[in-house]
């Protein structure tokens, strides 16, 4: 279990890798974002993309499971106060293999018993471009006391 002691500036995580289906760039696009570059892959063909685009709030989910598994999972995870910076800088298509980094850029004491981690996500694609960037701050509870 990984205590808010655990987390300096500096320190990275990989996050793993994902590959992104056109099914699913679909169904969460018909839920979430239906614009006619996420659902319609005709009038995608003839947009400024070329073709079918995930939404970028998927990508950001896409991001966060990956962020969940590699480091929240195993961590006394209190939640978060929110996101800064978030950026969607290359489309995501169909097929396309994520993945990412998370790197601390700050820790710091909040209030008895919890710290504050900041730091920044990296999503890339399979060529290395980078995809989404966010920095975002974790709450974490403090090593309990023996």
């Known amino acids: 279990m990984l205590y808010y002691e655990?987390?300096?500036?500096g320190q990275e995580f990989r996050l793993g890798e994902y590959t992104v289906s056109r099914e699913e760039i679909l169904d969460f696009a018909r839920q979430y974002d239906p614009q006619p570059f996420h659902i319609d892959e005709e009038q995608a063909r003839d947009s400024m993309f070329g073709g079918l685009i995930a939404s970028g709030w998927h990508t950001a989910s896409i991001c966060m499971r990956l962020y969940v598994d590699a480091v929240l999972n195993g961590a006394a995870s209190l939640g978060s106060p929110g996101v800064d910076e978030l950026r969607w800088k290359?489309?995501?298509r169909p097929g396309d293999r994520l993945s990412g980094v998370f790197r601390i850029l700050e820790c710091r004491p909040f209030r008895k018993g919890v710290g504050l981690v900041r730091g920044r996500a990296n999503l890339q694609n399979q060529d290395g471009k980078l995809v989404m960037t966010f920095v975002g701050e974790g709450m974490f509870a403090t090593r309990p006391e023996l």
């Open 6 to 9: 655990d987390f300096q500036s």
């Open 90 to 92: 290359r489309p995501v």
